[in-house]
């Protein structure tokens, strides 16, 4: 069993970067996969993006791609998510999840069993 905590969300101005992190209660080894997700007001969670926690494979969902990135720190168990260019439509709760015994990660949410609480990123001028 998992748990999960977000931190580092915040208020940012367009343009500007934020680093989320999710701390994790056990080890990410050997095959889990790690999450991010958000949701806007009025809108469904979406994923962002993902790692599998032998490097094998990341993913990005379109619009994040060439802005944020995904990486680990397994002697931590944490895993980061790098947000950089940040507009308002990046606005919205963060959440990461874990799922175990997976071979590839994945961005759809039904994939993952444990998620944490979420972090609130609002990006507004």
């Known amino acids: 069993q998992f748990e999960l905590v977000e931190s580092g969300g915040g208020l940012v101005q367009p343009g500007e970067s934020l680093r989320l992190s999710c701390n994790i209660s056990?080890?990410?080894?050997?095959?889990?996969?790690i999450g991010w997700f958000r949701q806007a007001p009025g809108k469904e969670r979406e994923g962002v993006s993902c790692l599998h926690s032998t490097g094998r494979t990341t993913k990005y969902t379109d619009d994040v791609k060439a802005r944020f990135t995904i990486s680990r720190d397994s002697s931590k168990n944490r895993v980061y998510l790098q947000m950089n260019n940040l507009t308002p439509e990046d606005t919205g709760l963060y959440y990461c999840?874990?799922?175990?015994?997976?071979?590839?990660?994945?961005?759809?949410?039904?994939?993952?069993?444990?998620w944490g609480q979420g972090t609130q990123v609002t990006v507004s001028s």
């Open positions: 999840a874990a799922e175990r015994r997976l071979v590839l990660c994945y961005l759809e949410s039904e994939r993952y069993e444990y």
């Open positions: 056990r080890s990410i080894s050997p095959d889990v996969a």
